[in-house]
């Protein structure tokens, strides 16, 4: 079914209405994920007390899902709620 139908009240059909709120859910757990890194980034950069061998252990691992936070999660957001990969 086409996105951009709608009923004869204007309203979008339930099965677009069903994407929107599963693309909100996904992007909100791609915000936090970047959020949550950065965050961890940020306070070993900042604080010296933070700056020991395991903590840059811990910001590469960091740097990494920020890397797949932005690259690779968005893409998989896309695909999963348009249902580009399933067959029809």
């Known amino acids: ?3 951009n139908i709608t009923n004869m009240t204007g309203e ?3 099965d677009v209405l069903e994407y929107r709120y599963w693309a909100t859910v996904l992007g909100l757990f791609v915000m936090a994920t970047l959020f949550g890194n950065i965050l961890v980034v940020l306070a070993v ?3 010296k007390a933070l ?3 395991t903590n ?3 910001v590469s691992l960091a740097i990494a899902d920020i890397t797949v936070g932005t690259l690779v999660m968005p893409l998989a ?3 999963e709620v348009s249902g580009f990969m399933s067959p029809s």
């Open 51 to 53: 700056q020991s061998v």
């Open 12 to 14: 979008p059909p339930e």
């Open 77 to 79: 957001v896309y695909v």
């Open 45 to 47: 950069t900042k604080v």
């Open 56 to 58: 840059y252990l811990i």
């Open 1 to 3: 079914m086409d996105a």
